[in-house]
């Protein structure tokens, strides 16, 4: 049974930095597909940032993400990581740490796994 925590979340002033994580439990793959989404109120769910971690790592953003934020995995702790910094209000959202998409798109909400997800609200 896969379970994702995410923890991190929380009230920022723009221009700050919050650094979310997310815990996977039962997910013991050698090679990992994980990825953050956000989704705010009225609006779509939508791709932030995706980590690819195999013989080699790849990373994929959000346009509106780039430079911003940086996605990593720490393999013997299964855990991914979300570093946001430059905060605004447009971030606001609540953040979900998902794994395996099901399609080719990663920044589409196809996953197998998904967290509860974590709050983040970013204040003027």
């Known amino acids: 049974q896969v379970q994702l925590v995410e923890s991190g979340g929380g009230s920022v002033q723009a221009g700050g930095s919050l650094r979310l994580s997310c815990a996977a439990s039962?997910?013991?793959?050698?090679?990992?597909?994980m990825a953050w989404f956000r989704q705010a109120p009225g609006k779509e769910r939508e791709g932030v940032a995706r980590i690819y971690s195999s013989v080699v790592t790849a990373t994929d953003y959000a346009d509106s993400v780039k430079g911003r934020f940086t996605i990593s995995l720490d393999n013997a702790k299964n855990t991914v990581t979300l570093q946001m910094n430059s905060l605004n209000p447009e971030d606001t959202a609540m953040y979900y740490c998902a794994a395996d998409p099901l399609g080719s798109r990663w920044y589409t909400p196809g996953y197998r796994y998904w967290g509860q997800g974590t709050q983040v609200t970013v204040s003027t």
């Open positions: 039962g997910y013991s793959k050698s090679s990992k597909n």
